[in-house]
């Protein structure tokens, strides 16, 4: 008799499945194919793939993960498979132009930094990683045609990113044809059950269940979890605008990031970074509406859960002691980074200097932190369009950014 006692029963995994998931193609498949695998005893087959095209995971990439994860805690094996074949095409998701490619170097590095942070959410016992150079790589000429027939050219082109760029005449790159072929190859290789994405990627998803059936394979199940706006409110989370929270940032960042994040935006946060039930999130809602609980005391609840995930419930702790004392009443840290910086022709071009030392994100948040007056040196706040301070040799200066980023800097 098969063992059904490792998978809970599907009407019990359905809804934690389904929970945020914004596309399933199809419920009813998906359902089937929980109850084919807990009648013979067999995990499904999740995959989900990720192009290491960055340094960092973010809490952004962690609703995927954590997706994931509740697939694991029904029993299924879940596969991380890092993109280093397809990284190296670039996926034109999203794009008005081509994608520039990444070096094999980039691609390598960056996957170490994937497979190391993605155990914050991942049960690193179960956890499958694999790359896609295995078998892409080994796709002979006649195994790439053979792909390529199993798809057409106007079937591409309803792609919204493609028809956009064919009608406005901007240049498609061939290769760009081959990315989302590629990723479907993925789950014919893997021989998928089911695989995950964020919501842009639903095209690139559709395409695995339409070529599985020319290799002999049921069409997999599609299911899309949602993009995360950034701290912003407005834009998705993204390292380069600078409205992200990092999984490997300190517990103090996390905490004053997600402080930072307006009251109707940290509803979205509970529901889709922790594990708080959707009834107890209504709960939630209902205290801050009725005025029994302040927004502030419910997102300092959302800060303990996120930093719990990453760094534990003492690191959690200690940082809000922290954020209470430093934000609250007008204190600096107890640790904050210190660092070197040349000194030059005796002025510091500010846009160098904060992105270096890692307190913005890119040269364009420089510039909206310093119109904003966000940015202190040695508490003298600096004004709108000042790119450059004075320093000289053996300056010892503390840098602030915003209410929550400090450093120490020695010119030398």
């Known amino acids: 008799m098969a063992d059904r006692k490792k998978f809970p ?28 695998a807990r009648e013979a005893g067999r995990p499904l087959t999740v995959k989900v793939g990720f192009d290491p095209t960055a340094p960092d995971i973010h809490l952004g990439h962690t609703v995927l993960l954590r997706k994931m994860r509740q697939f694991q805690d029904c029993g299924h094996r879940v596969i991380f498979l890092i993109g280093d074949f397809t990284g190296m095409i670039g996926d034109p998701t999203g794009r008005s132009k081509t994608r520039p490619a990444l070096t094999r170097e980039q691609i390598v590095e960056n996957a170490e930094t994937y497979k190391r942070q993605c155990f914050k959410i991942l049960d690193p016992e179960v956890t499958e990683i694999r790359f896609n150079r295995e078998w892409l790589g080994a796709l002979d000429a006649d195994g790439f045609i053979r792909l390529a027939a199993s798809y057409n050219v106007a079937r591409m082109l309803e792609r919204n990113d493609f028809k956009q760029r064919y009608e406005k005449g901007q240049a498609i790159g061939v290769h760009e044809f081959l990315y989302p072929l590629a990723q479907a190859y993925d789950s014919v290789d893997l021989e998928a059950d089911v695989e995950l994405g964020g919501t842009d990627q ?27 706006e950034g701290l912003d409110g407005a834009e998705k989370m993204s390292k380069s605008l600078g409205n992200y929270v990092g999984v490997d940032d300190a517990p103090r960042d996390i905490y004053g990031k997600t402080m930072s994040i307006g009251d109707d935006l940290m509803w979205r946060y509970y529901e889709l970074c922790t594990d708080v039930s959707l009834e107890g999130i209504e709960r939630l809602k209902g205290l801050v509406g009725s005025g029994e609980l302040h927004p502030k005391k419910a997102k300092e609840g959302l800060a303990m859960r996120i930093i719990t995930d990453f760094h534990g419930e003492a690191a959690a702790r200690e940082a809000r002691e922290e954020f209470e004392r430093v934000f609250r009443e007008g204190g600096t840290p107890d640790e904050i980074a210190e660092h070197r910086f040349p000194a030059g022709d005796g002025t510091a071009f500010l846009p160098r200097l904060l992105t270096e030392l890692g307190l913005a994100a890119s040269k364009t948040e420089v510039n909206r932190l310093l119109k904003q007056r966000a940015v202190r040196v040695d508490g003298e706040q600096i004004g709108a369009g000042v790119l450059e301070i004075p320093v000289a040799a053996g300056d010892r200066k503390l840098i602030k950014v915003g209410k929550r980023r400090f450093a120490r800097v020695t010119f030398e």
């Open 202 to 228: 639903l095209f690139n998803l559709n395409v695995g269940r339409d070529i599985m059936p020319s290799y002999g394979l049921e069409p997999q199940v599609v299911l899309t979890t949602p993009l995360l």
């Open 9 to 36: 029963p599907v009407e019990e995994q359905m809804p934690r499945l389904l929970r945020g998931a914004v596309d399933v193609v199809t419920e009813d498949g998906l359902r089937k194919r929980l109850t084919e």
